[in-house]
């Protein structure tokens, strides 16, 4: 089952993944006496509304503290007037120059992408080779991060230009674009760190916080982790497909995924006839050379984006969410949850270029259709808010982040640890009892049980 | 080889090749790698470049355009609509052709007024520099001159109006005869193509009636028959504000000659409001809050949905999506139009509000 079928109103966030919109007439504040006048009810999708009525936390197994326990609901309220306020200050001053700079963007993409791929021609020649495959690899890089996921973000539709438009746009990624915005803009970025809600903590493959249930099968996860990297964009097509769960037999029916599997494949081998095919072959007697520069090429991309993207929700101090926690929520509780779910990279700004502007993950998150090329900014801005409600703004260099992130994928591959118990201990514990209990079925249970157990 | 074989062998080769260039641009197609180098090349979306930003009066611009390879031409009278980016947003607004035909040099040109508030109208006048590229379509249109030249010709018009009728005037005043031209405009330098205009007067060519309302006030058509005796006898085109058009069409229908006269609106004649609701574009998933007064075009715009559109006033159908649940009011006379998921209803967005909660199929 996606979490579709479930009683958010996804629309708010919409296909274009908005920060949700608040309705107009919505702030009733009563002008001579400060009071708020009308409190709207809790509803399911109120995360339009601004008014937060009441504290709530909802505690999580690890029972580690609520990060917010200093903030009153008038607080959160206001948060969340301050935020809608610096949102509506950038899309006030949207325009020629923003439009110029996606453009330009875009130009030198294209311009790098094909000289690239025309020095790539006679790579048989080793200056010819580093150059074009170096080339291609930012080329591509681009592509993914700055343009392509942030177009389909819907950050650039107010230009209403046809030609980059989240609903027009398609990227060199084996994952079409229409499953990835469904599962990156409609649910990763509503249910951001939501325990049990949000795949993209740890994609279903892995477990990166202490809040979600160990299972022996997480033993390995720094190998899938690795792996993951080295084929991701793969990884993303899988995981936008919801094979995991179709496998499980708890996904889309046969017919939806047979024919949205299809739509996979069919991308991922017109991307690889043109970067193992047609490419080479234009190439002549480069025919080899070109193949291994299109590999690295895609290769690079792939340790690069899944790097970042690892940085973006894995490191230590990045908080997650009960699944209860977000019941009624609202706006200033969405903006919180978004703030203190999301870590940011600091560095350059040809760091900050290369990573789609994802290194403003927290800004990102915050606001995800805003132009990427304005995050940076806002970011001080939010640092700001962050200090002065007493909310952590986790950052770090792109090293940092990255180590962060892995030490995570590693630790948390054991289980939690307890009282007067190692994590190991528990692991070998639960490691035994499994391979007693597949033992005794071998000899006492039905065939497909087994099978089951071991998938 | 015989030349019979030649040309299918030569498209099958073109259409290899572009086969093959496909796959090298996929997930992009040859043509947005081709836009970087010539974006005026055969085959291109149609884009021009504007060559030359002429002033004609304070208000009032011609802007020179070399259209891209694909423009089919046009005929006087008829108009093209034209994309700019303002502010970064690429806005669609229409333009009646002011140039010859057919110039050697192939380039067109359309004649602006800033109008007050004006988005577009202003950009055009007051910030664009010749080098520009915009996005054009191919000119429509039917108010034109037919193939049988009419012996005697009024050309009523105020303000822009006079832009189409220029477009024929520059192209077929010599299959004219007898032609008269009534135009309103504040003073004699608001008259956009005054000295033109008078040029020809002067030299016979046509008769040149000026209406300065800044101190003559508004045309009456009482008065009319005191300016134009014969004007009942000509065919008339008539082309300026709301105003002027319903009063001339009821002046001409009140005499029984309704087919003598023909019109071209700039913008649509607007009656009544609608009561305003939620629309829902599906497939794009977005849903905005439309007042009555807002065409949906309009409303779906604003909020980044890739609208279709034409003339933005209800003639073209450019812009024509069904409605799949809801209702919509016809700015135009109210009408009201309602569709369900099991009977949509083709409806025109530029000219359409939204009546209640309604779903568009876009
Ligand atoms: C078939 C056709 C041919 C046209 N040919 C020409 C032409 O040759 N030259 C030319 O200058 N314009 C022409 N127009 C009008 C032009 O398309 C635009 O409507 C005009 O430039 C105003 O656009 P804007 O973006 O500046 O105004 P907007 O920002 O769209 O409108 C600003 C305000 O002005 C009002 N408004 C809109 N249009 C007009 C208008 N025409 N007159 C008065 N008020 C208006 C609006 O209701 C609004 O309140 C033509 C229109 C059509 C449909
Ligand atoms: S845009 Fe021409 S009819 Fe609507």
Known sequence: ?455 | MSTPTAAPRRATLVTRALRVAEMVTTPLLPADYLDLINPLRAGADLRGRIVDVRRETVDAVTLVIRPGRGWRGHVPGQYIRIGVDVDGVRQWRAYSLTCPASAPDGLISVTVKAIPDGKVSNHLVRRTQPGTLIMLDQATGDFVLPEQRPAKVLFLTAGSGITPVMGMLRNHLDELADVVVLHSAPTADDVVFGAELRELAATGRITLLEQHTETAGLLSLEELASRVPDWAERHTWACGPTGLLDAAEEHWAAAGIGDRLRTERFRPTVVTAGEGGTVTFAQQGQVVEADGATPILDAGEEAGVLMPSGCRMGICFGCVVPLRDGAVRDLRDGELTTATPENPVPIQTCVSAAAGPCEIEL
């Open chain 1, 1 to 455: 089952m996606t979490a579709t079928a479930e009683k958010f109103d996804l629309t708010i966030d919409g296909s274009g993944a908005g920060t949700p919109q608040a309705p107009a007439a919505e702030a009733t504040t009563d002008a001579t006496t400060g009071a708020r006048t009308a409190r709207t009810p809790r509803t399911p999708n109120s995360r339009l509304s601004v008014v937060t009525t009441e504290r709530r936390y909802v505690p999580k197994p690890s029972g580690k503290p609520d990060p917010v326990a200093h903030l009153t609901a008038e607080d959160i309220e206001e948060l969340g007037r301050e935020l809608d306020a610096l949102r509506q200050e950038v899309l006030g001053s949207r325009g020629a120059s923003d439009a110029a700079y996606i453009r330009k963007v875009i130009k030198a993409q294209r311009w790098l992408e094909m000289g690239s791929r025309g020095v790539l021609l006679f790579s048989i020649f080793p200056p010819a080779w580093l150059v074009g495959t170096a080339g291609l690899s930012v080329a591509k890089i681009i592509e993914n991060m700055e343009i392509g996921h942030n177009v389909m973000h819907g950050q650039w539709d107010w230009m209403r230009d046809p030609k980059i438009h989240s609903t027009t746009w398609e990227w060199d990624n084996a994952s079409p674009s229409e499953f990835w915005k469904h599962s990156h803009n409609q649910l990763h970025h509503t249910y951001t760190n939501v325990i049990g809600r949000d795949n993209d903590l740890g994609y279903g493959i892995m477990r990166v916080d202490e809040d979600q249930r160990w299972v022996p099968s997480y033993l390995g996860q720094p190998f899938y982790n690795f792996l993951n990297m080295l084929v991701f964009e793969y990884g993303i097509a899988a995981y936008d497909l919801e094979l995991g769960a179709y496998v499980k037999g708890r996904g889309k029916d046969k017919e939806t995924f047979r024919r949205d599997a299809m739509k996979v494949v069919r991308k991922i081998g017109r991307q690889a006839r043109r970067d193992y095919v047609i490419h080479p072959v234009l190439s002549g007697p480069s025919f080899l050379h070109t193949i291994a520069a299109n590999a690295v090429a895609n290769l690079v991309r792939n340790v690069w984006t899944h790097s970042v993207i690892m940085c973006g929700h894995f490191p230590e101090g990045v908080e997650t969410f009960a699944k209860a926690s977000i019941e009624g929520e609202t706006r200033g509780e969405w903006y919180l949850r978004q703030m203190l779910g999301s870590a940011n990279i600091s560095g350059s700004k040809a760091m900050h270029f290369m990573t789609g502007n994802l290194s403003h993950q927290i800004e990102h998150h915050l606001f995800p259709d805003l132009p990427s090329n304005r995050y940076a900014e806002v970011a001080p801005k939010i640092r700001e808010i962050c200090d002065r409600y007493g909310l952590t703004y986790t950052t770090g260099s792109l090293p940092h982040q990255v180590a962060s992130a892995w030490k995570q994928v590693v630790v948390l591959s054991l289980p939690n640890p307890q009282p007067g118990r190692t994590r190991v201990g528990i692991a070998a514990e639960a490691v035994g009892k499994r391979v007693r209990r597949r033992l005794r079925g071998v000899t006492g249970m039905p065939r497909g049980r087994q099978s089951r157990v071991s998938a």
